[in-house]
Every structure is written in C-alpha cells, then in structure tokens.
Nanobody, 125 residues
Framework: VQLQASGGGLVQAGGPLRLSCAAS????????MGWFRRPPGKEREFVAA????????KYADSVKGRFTISRDNANHRMYLQMNSLKSEDTAVYYC???????????????????WGQGTLVTVSS
C-alpha cells in the first residue's frame, strides 16, 4: 500500500493551496479517506474525511468553510482544496486510508490503517 501526498509548499496568508494524495496497492473506491495534520510542536489532528462515493464529508471546526475534500475514484486520488489559509494552518499534512472497506467516516487516527509520508504546508503571515 502506498499513499503519496503532494502539493505542499509556502503560501501567503489568505491564499489557496491544493493537496493531492495518490493511492495504490489497496481497494480505493470503497474506502474512507482522510486528511490529518501535525502543526509544529503539536499533536496530529484530524482535518477532513470523505466516504467512498464522495457524497459524505466531515471537517474539523477549524477548517470548516475554508477547506474542501474531494476524491477521484477512477484515478485513485484524493484532494484537499485549502482556501483562506491562516498561519495556524502551517503543518505537515498526511493523507490516510481507512482500515477496512465500507466503514463509517471516522475522525480519529485509529480509524485509519494506512498513511502517506506527509507534505509540508507553510503559511506566512
């Protein structure tokens, strides 16, 4: 199983950035996917998650209304569109795949068995 996150970088506060996650080696189209992040010096935290069809999503309160999670099952990809970025969004962002297929959309890290290597997002104020 491989999850490859990309798209991170340096962006000014208020700007947009789009992260991508390419998945391989697992059944993608029937698996919940999620984004987590680890801010500098802090614990990993939930950002967003999406069910297998893309018809149901969950967001952390801190990103609701600014971030949008989506997926492309045909190409085994997941995305995180981040708008109106703030300095507190600075973190390493990880994509994750749920432990099993047809699962509920979880917000805890324990619901996800597969993790990407992370991509760094730095928001300058």
């Amino acid at each position: 199983v491989q999850l490859q996150a990309s798209g991170g970088g340096l962006v000014q506060a208020g700007g947009p950035l789009r992260l991508s996650c390419a998945a391989s080696g697992l059944t993608f189209s029937n698996r919940v996917m999620g984004w987590f992040r680890r801010p500098p010096g802090k614990e990993r935290e939930f950002v967003a998650a999406i069910n297998w069809s893309g018809g149901f999503t969950k967001y952390a309160d801190s990103v609701k209304g600014r971030f949008t999670i989506s997926r492309d099952n045909a190409n085994h990809r997941m995305y995180l569109q981040m708008n109106s970025l703030k300095s507190e969004d600075t973190a390493v962002y990880y994509c994750a795949a749920a432990s099993g297929v047809w699962s509920v959309v979880g917000t805890g890290a324990e619901s996800y068995a597969y993790w990407g290597q992370g991509t760094l997002v730095t928001v300058s104020s």
